[in-house]
């Protein structure tokens, strides 16, 4: 399947150019949030946890409140060997088959004097993230807030193989202090949606609940507090299970880093004479066209697209009417699962042809590509 998303590989020049797009447009990325949406373990394929646990390796520098993230993550072994996680508290563990974490007790000041170092004596980690403790709750917090992102940066553009991972402090105070980290983690979560960003939103995990967030007003604002079934001192400054609902959310953002995608793409799909690869016939043979569709989670209305481009120009498939010169549109319809649907059973002139399904975000007769399939036909 030659099968293209605007995250994936260059495709066809010719495409490109009908097309009106760049190489470039098609490197999109988008930022990954993790937050209450994101602790439902039963939602993510096992074949992702198996992923992420031979894939990752995680640096992880927190301060006290930060370790409710290590109790999660050893709670969530504990009762389920399929979410192994190996700590190592200075190290980083070897362990087959768990998530394995270099984990440290320190502050912002001293993750950034030591991350470089640790990173550079351990190739292995390709990961790399900080848990605050209450400094967004002090009236410098722009401070904090400028080092963090400053330093942050200068991290990733010195280690463009790891993945640095943002959090939000926690929501614990109230009334003034509460203020002043309400504004700090709305300034991590503007950063991080506005530059493609990873985002471990632990002051939203705080304060969500069975569906429910628990907020107090201040200044005319509804500000985000910890959740009353959290309030406690198990562990980390909280509850087991406040612990145990941030580990879920670490194992839904380290099967998304693996590459997991919750809400799958369209994945359209173009064959001829029931195959993939390139086919090569002889003049007379005839060439047999059928496509399918998964649709992944699509619900709106889009454009579909059924094209070749021939040695006489351009010719699309546009319903209730067939082949036609030109490049146009199918369709314009909400996407649906079928397959092997026959578009094409015709013998064709000597040349070499490309024949595209594609499927596009915006539904305004403009062709652009985002999930595409093609196969390539050459008749002698």
């Not at 003049?283 to 649709?295: H, K, M, R």
Request: proline content about 5%; hydrophobic content about 35%; glycine content about 6%.
């Amino acid at each position: 399947m030659n099968r293209y998303t605007r995250a994936g590989l260059t495709y066809s020049l010719a495409l490109l150019v009908a097309l009106g797009i760049s190489a470039s447009s098609m490197a999109l990325a988008e930022a990954i949030i993790i937050d209450h949406n994101c602790i439902d373990l039963s939602q993510i394929p096992p074949e992702w946890i198996d992923a992420a646990q031979q894939q990752l390796k995680l640096h992880y520098g927190h301060t006290s409140h930060g370790s409710q993230l290590i109790y999660g993550l050893e709670r969530l072994a504990s009762a389920d060997p399929t979410f192994d996680a190996a700590i190592g508290h200075g190290e980083l563990p070897t362990q087959q088959g768990a998530l394995c974490v270099y984990d440290v007790d320190n502050s912002p000041d001293d993750y950034y004097y030591d991350t470089q170092s640790i990173l550079d004596s351990l190739e292995a980690l390709n990961l790399s993230m900080f848990g605050w403790c209450c400094q967004a709750d002090y009236s410098d917090w722009e401070d904090y807030l400028d080092d963090y992102l400053a330093n942050m940066q200068a991290f990733e553009d010195a280690n463009p193989d790891v993945t640095f991972i943002y959090m939000t402090g926690n929501a614990q105070s109230e009334d003034q202090d509460g203020y002043n980290r309400y504004r700090f983690n709305g300034e991590i979560r503007r950063f991080c949606n506005e530059n493609d960003k990873v985002l471990f939103d632990f002051a939203d995990l705080d304060s969500w609940y069975d569906g429910e967030q628990h907020t107090y007003r201040y200044n005319r604002n509804n500000v985000p507090l910890e959740h009353p079934h959290f309030n406690g001192n198990e562990a980390g400054h909280t509850t087991y299970e406040s612990c145990e609902q941030k580990g879920r959310a670490v194992w839904w953002m380290m099967a998304r880093l693996a590459g997991w995608n919750p809400h799958p793409d369209p994945s359209p799909d173009i064959k001829a004479n029931h195959s993939d690869e390139d086919l090569m016939l002889f003049e007379g043979q005839p060439v047999v066209i059928t496509v399918s569709l998964a649709p992944g989670d699509a619900t709106e209305t889009v454009d579909f697209w059924l094209c070749v481009d021939t040695p006489f120009g351009w010719y699309s498939y546009v319903n209730s009417v067939g082949w036609a010169p030109g490049l146009e549109r199918t369709a314009l319809v909400q996407p649906f699962a079928f397959a092997d649907l026959e578009v094409l059973r015709l013998s064709i002139p000597v040349g070499d042809y490309v024949f595209y399904f594609a499927i596009d975000d915006d539904a305004d007769g403009i062709p652009t590509g985002d999930f595409l399939d093609y196969v390539r036909v050459e008749v002698n």
